[in-house]
Protein backbone atom coordinates (compact mmCIF):
# COMPACT_ATOMS: atom_id res chain seq x y z
CA UNK A 1 0.00 0.00 0.00
CA UNK A 2 0.88 3.54 -0.89
CA UNK A 3 2.60 5.20 2.66
CA UNK A 4 3.42 8.60 3.21
CA UNK A 5 5.98 10.02 6.20
CA UNK A 6 2.83 12.01 8.16
CA UNK A 7 -0.77 10.38 8.36
CA UNK A 8 -3.69 12.61 8.10
CA UNK A 9 -6.97 12.33 8.21
CA UNK A 10 -8.31 15.06 6.40
CA UNK A 11 -8.49 15.86 2.27
CA UNK A 12 -5.52 17.58 0.82
CA UNK A 13 -4.37 18.04 -3.00
CA UNK A 14 -2.13 15.83 -3.67
CA UNK A 15 1.12 18.24 -6.10
CA UNK A 16 2.44 15.00 -8.08
CA UNK A 17 -1.02 12.91 -9.02
CA UNK A 18 -3.05 13.57 -11.72
CA UNK A 19 -6.28 14.40 -12.05
CA UNK A 20 -7.87 11.98 -14.01
CA UNK A 21 -8.42 8.70 -12.29
CA UNK A 22 -9.45 5.30 -12.70
CA UNK A 23 -12.72 4.62 -11.24
CA UNK A 24 -15.29 1.42 -11.39
CA UNK A 25 -18.42 2.80 -11.02
CA UNK A 26 -21.86 0.62 -10.13
CA UNK A 27 -24.31 3.56 -11.38
CA UNK A 28 -28.26 3.36 -10.36
CA UNK A 29 -29.68 6.61 -11.16
CA UNK A 30 -30.46 7.07 -6.88
CA UNK A 31 -29.13 5.48 -3.79
CA UNK A 32 -33.07 5.74 -1.92
CA UNK A 33 -35.74 4.38 -2.83
CA UNK A 34 -39.75 4.72 -1.67
CA UNK A 35 -41.46 1.72 -2.94
CA UNK A 36 -40.06 -1.41 -4.21
CA UNK A 37 -38.31 -1.27 -7.54
CA UNK A 38 -36.27 -3.86 -10.15
CA UNK A 39 -32.73 -1.39 -9.85
CA UNK A 40 -30.91 -1.56 -13.24
CA UNK A 41 -27.34 -1.07 -12.18
CA UNK A 42 -24.31 -0.59 -14.88
CA UNK A 43 -20.69 -1.57 -13.73
CA UNK A 44 -18.25 0.59 -15.86
CA UNK A 45 -14.66 1.34 -15.79
CA UNK A 46 -13.82 5.18 -16.30
CA UNK A 47 -12.89 8.87 -15.50
CA UNK A 48 -16.27 9.87 -13.71
CA UNK A 49 -14.59 13.28 -13.09
CA UNK A 50 -12.75 14.10 -16.28
CA UNK A 51 -15.07 12.36 -18.23
CA UNK A 52 -12.62 10.93 -20.62
CA UNK A 53 -12.18 7.66 -21.72
CA UNK A 54 -13.46 4.25 -21.03
CA UNK A 55 -11.76 1.33 -20.28
CA UNK A 56 -13.10 -2.58 -21.09
CA UNK A 57 -13.39 -4.75 -18.28
CA UNK A 58 -13.84 -8.43 -18.28
CA UNK A 59 -16.17 -10.01 -15.92
CA UNK A 60 -15.40 -9.65 -12.68
CA UNK A 61 -14.27 -12.13 -10.16
CA UNK A 62 -17.08 -11.83 -7.97
CA UNK A 63 -20.34 -9.86 -8.07
CA UNK A 64 -22.42 -9.70 -4.44
CA UNK A 65 -25.46 -7.93 -2.63
CA UNK A 66 -25.96 -8.36 1.12
CA UNK A 67 -28.69 -7.71 2.91
CA UNK A 68 -29.29 -7.59 6.67
CA UNK A 69 -26.27 -9.81 6.79
CA UNK A 70 -27.30 -12.29 4.18
CA UNK A 71 -24.92 -12.63 1.31
CA UNK A 72 -26.29 -13.27 -2.41
CA UNK A 73 -24.03 -14.18 -5.80
CA UNK A 74 -25.19 -11.80 -8.55
CA UNK A 75 -22.35 -13.02 -10.67
CA UNK A 76 -24.36 -15.31 -13.28
CA UNK A 77 -27.39 -12.17 -13.21
CA UNK A 78 -24.35 -9.94 -14.83
CA UNK A 79 -25.36 -8.82 -18.74
CA UNK A 80 -22.24 -7.88 -20.90
CA UNK A 81 -22.98 -4.41 -22.74
CA UNK A 82 -21.23 -2.09 -24.91
CA UNK A 83 -20.71 1.93 -23.22
CA UNK A 84 -20.12 5.20 -25.16
CA UNK A 85 -18.01 7.39 -23.40
CA UNK A 86 -17.15 11.15 -24.80
CA UNK A 87 -13.68 9.46 -26.78
CA UNK A 88 -14.75 5.62 -27.60
CA UNK A 89 -16.66 2.78 -26.55
CA UNK A 90 -15.44 -0.35 -24.22
CA UNK A 91 -16.84 -3.23 -23.08
CA UNK A 92 -19.13 -3.03 -19.61
CA UNK A 93 -21.70 -4.70 -17.29
CA UNK A 94 -25.13 -4.70 -16.35
CA UNK A 95 -27.38 -6.19 -13.85
CA UNK A 96 -31.25 -5.87 -12.86
CA UNK A 97 -31.90 -6.61 -9.00
CA UNK A 98 -35.69 -6.04 -7.46
CA UNK A 99 -35.12 -4.81 -3.97
CA UNK A 100 -38.61 -4.85 -2.14
CA UNK A 101 -37.72 -5.56 1.76
CA UNK A 102 -37.34 -1.96 3.74
CA UNK A 103 -33.42 -1.83 4.61
CA UNK A 104 -29.40 -1.18 3.28
CA UNK A 105 -28.38 -3.11 0.38
CA UNK A 106 -24.79 -3.35 0.20
CA UNK A 107 -23.28 -4.50 -3.25
CA UNK A 108 -19.58 -4.93 -3.55
CA UNK A 109 -17.83 -6.15 -6.79
CA UNK A 110 -14.21 -7.67 -7.23
CA UNK A 111 -13.27 -7.04 -10.87
CA UNK A 112 -10.68 -8.79 -13.17
CA UNK A 113 -7.27 -7.47 -12.61
CA UNK A 114 -6.87 -4.50 -15.28
CA UNK A 115 -4.15 -3.97 -17.29
CA UNK A 116 -2.54 -0.14 -17.22
CA UNK A 117 0.14 -0.09 -20.38
CA UNK A 118 1.23 3.38 -19.57
CA UNK A 119 2.01 2.49 -16.16
CA UNK A 120 2.73 -1.22 -16.58
CA UNK A 121 1.00 -2.17 -13.71
CA UNK A 122 -2.41 -3.95 -13.25
CA UNK A 123 -5.39 -2.61 -10.96
CA UNK A 124 -8.44 -3.87 -9.54
CA UNK A 125 -10.48 -1.83 -7.89
CA UNK A 126 -12.99 -3.74 -5.48
CA UNK A 127 -15.90 -1.87 -5.11
CA UNK A 128 -19.21 -0.95 -3.03
CA UNK A 129 -22.50 0.67 -3.71
CA UNK A 130 -24.98 1.29 -0.71
CA UNK A 131 -28.84 1.41 -1.88
CA UNK A 132 -31.42 2.04 0.81
CA UNK A 133 -35.29 1.15 0.78
CA UNK A 134 -37.82 2.64 3.16
CA UNK A 135 -35.26 4.92 4.87
CA UNK A 136 -34.70 2.23 7.66
CA UNK A 137 -31.09 1.72 8.41
CA UNK A 138 -30.08 -2.02 8.31
CA UNK A 139 -26.47 -2.68 8.62
CA UNK A 140 -24.43 -0.09 6.57
CA UNK A 141 -21.76 0.68 8.98
CA UNK A 142 -21.05 -3.10 9.01
CA UNK A 143 -17.56 -4.22 7.17
CA UNK A 144 -18.33 -7.07 4.46
CA UNK A 145 -14.83 -9.16 5.44
CA UNK A 146 -13.72 -8.32 1.79
CA UNK A 147 -9.60 -8.32 1.45
CA UNK A 148 -9.55 -4.42 1.30
CA UNK A 149 -12.84 -1.98 1.80
CA UNK A 150 -13.73 1.15 2.79
CA UNK A 151 -15.94 1.26 5.96
CA UNK A 152 -18.57 4.23 5.87
CA UNK A 153 -19.19 6.33 9.27
CA UNK A 154 -21.56 8.34 7.87
CA UNK A 155 -24.92 6.93 5.95
CA UNK A 156 -23.51 6.45 2.85
CA UNK A 157 -26.39 7.14 0.79
CA UNK A 158 -27.76 10.40 2.95
CA UNK A 159 -24.69 12.84 2.50
CA UNK A 160 -25.58 16.24 2.80
CA UNK A 161 -23.59 18.78 0.53
CA UNK A 162 -21.72 21.10 3.28
CA UNK A 163 -20.94 18.31 5.56
CA UNK A 164 -18.35 15.68 5.75
CA UNK A 165 -17.70 12.27 5.34
CA UNK A 166 -15.49 9.64 7.25
CA UNK A 167 -14.42 6.47 6.30
CA UNK A 168 -12.35 3.83 7.39
CA UNK A 169 -9.79 1.95 5.18
CA UNK A 170 -9.53 -2.00 5.88
CA UNK A 171 -6.90 -4.31 4.86
CA UNK A 172 -7.69 -8.40 5.64
CA UNK A 173 -10.39 -6.38 8.26
CA UNK A 174 -7.45 -4.38 10.13
CA UNK A 175 -7.12 -0.73 9.92
CA UNK A 176 -4.43 0.65 6.94
CA UNK A 177 -3.22 3.43 7.89
CA UNK A 178 -0.76 5.85 5.59
CA UNK A 179 -2.50 5.01 2.35
CA UNK A 180 -3.78 7.72 -0.15
CA UNK A 181 -7.33 7.84 -0.91
CA UNK A 182 -8.26 9.68 -4.39
CA UNK A 183 -11.47 11.23 -4.04
CA UNK A 184 -13.56 11.77 -7.46
CA UNK A 185 -17.35 12.81 -8.72
CA UNK A 186 -19.67 11.66 -11.45
CA UNK A 187 -19.22 14.89 -12.98
CA UNK A 188 -21.07 14.18 -16.05
CA UNK A 189 -24.79 12.90 -17.20
CA UNK A 190 -25.45 9.41 -17.66
CA UNK A 191 -28.25 8.40 -20.29
CA UNK A 192 -28.89 4.26 -18.70
CA UNK A 193 -31.02 3.53 -21.77
CA UNK A 194 -28.24 4.25 -24.16
CA UNK A 195 -25.52 2.94 -21.74
CA UNK A 196 -23.39 6.30 -22.17
CA UNK A 197 -21.95 9.15 -20.55
CA UNK A 198 -23.01 12.48 -21.71
CA UNK A 199 -20.10 14.35 -24.17
CA UNK A 200 -19.23 17.49 -21.58
CA UNK A 201 -18.72 17.59 -17.63
CA UNK A 202 -20.45 19.94 -15.72
CA UNK A 203 -17.63 21.37 -13.60
CA UNK A 204 -14.42 22.52 -14.07
CA UNK A 205 -12.31 19.90 -12.38
CA UNK A 206 -9.25 20.95 -10.04
CA UNK A 207 -5.80 20.88 -11.29
CA UNK A 208 -4.79 18.07 -9.37
CA UNK A 209 -6.34 15.29 -7.80
CA UNK A 210 -7.82 15.39 -4.34
CA UNK A 211 -6.10 13.10 -1.77
CA UNK A 212 -7.08 12.29 1.87
CA UNK A 213 -4.39 10.21 3.70
CA UNK A 214 -5.84 7.67 6.40
CA UNK A 215 -4.41 8.09 9.77
CA UNK A 216 -3.13 5.41 12.28
CA UNK A 217 -6.63 3.93 12.37
CA UNK A 218 -7.42 3.72 8.50
CA UNK A 219 -9.25 6.91 9.43
CA UNK A 220 -10.51 9.70 6.69
CA UNK A 221 -12.26 12.60 6.69
CA UNK A 222 -13.73 14.78 3.65
CA UNK A 223 -15.66 17.80 3.24
CA UNK A 224 -18.61 17.45 0.81
CA UNK A 225 -18.79 20.50 -1.03
CA UNK A 226 -21.72 20.07 -3.53
CA UNK A 227 -24.29 17.14 -4.37
CA UNK A 228 -23.80 14.01 -6.93
CA UNK A 229 -22.21 10.54 -6.60
CA UNK A 230 -18.81 10.64 -4.99
CA UNK A 231 -16.03 7.84 -5.00
CA UNK A 232 -12.85 6.92 -2.67
CA UNK A 233 -10.25 5.05 -4.32
CA UNK A 234 -7.78 4.01 -1.90
CA UNK A 235 -4.73 2.52 -3.71
CA UNK A 236 -2.87 -0.51 -3.15
CA UNK A 237 -4.25 -0.51 0.15
CA UNK A 238 -4.91 -4.45 -0.52
CA UNK A 239 -3.06 -7.57 0.46
CA UNK A 240 -2.17 -8.65 -3.42
CA UNK A 241 0.64 -6.90 -4.57
CA UNK A 242 1.17 -9.17 -7.90
CA UNK A 243 -0.62 -10.48 -10.82
CA UNK A 244 1.38 -12.31 -14.09
CA UNK A 245 4.51 -10.73 -12.84
CA UNK A 246 3.40 -7.57 -12.50
CA UNK A 247 2.94 -5.12 -10.17
CA UNK A 248 -0.77 -5.08 -9.11
CA UNK A 249 -2.91 -1.66 -7.04
CA UNK A 250 -5.50 -3.45 -5.37
CA UNK A 251 -7.78 -0.44 -4.28
CA UNK A 252 -10.46 -0.02 -2.02
CA UNK A 253 -13.33 1.62 -3.47
CA UNK A 254 -16.19 3.65 -2.25
CA UNK A 255 -19.25 5.48 -3.53
CA UNK A 256 -21.53 7.38 -1.68
CA UNK A 257 -24.58 10.03 -2.65
CA UNK A 258 -24.82 13.76 -1.26
CA UNK A 259 -27.62 15.54 -1.29
CA UNK A 260 -29.10 19.11 -0.72
CA UNK A 261 -30.21 19.95 2.12
Known sequence: MKKLPLAIGVAALSLSAASQAHFLLMHTPTS????????????????????GHVMDIEKPEALTVTFKGKK??????????????????AKAFELEYKIRRNGDYIFAATPAPYYEGGEDIYIQQITKRYINKGGLPTGWEKPLGLKT???????????LAGSTFTGQLLSE???????????????????????????????????????AITDDNGMFTFGVPTAGKWGFACLGS?????????????DAVLWIEAQDL
Open 173 to 211: GKPAAGVECEIEFLNTDIDSKANAFGKGTHRSTPASAIV
Open 149 to 159: EIVPKNKPYQV
Open 32 to 51: QLDAPTTVDMKVVFGHPMDN
Open 238 to 250: GPDKEFKGKELSQ
Open 72 to 89: TDLLETLQPIEWTGPENK
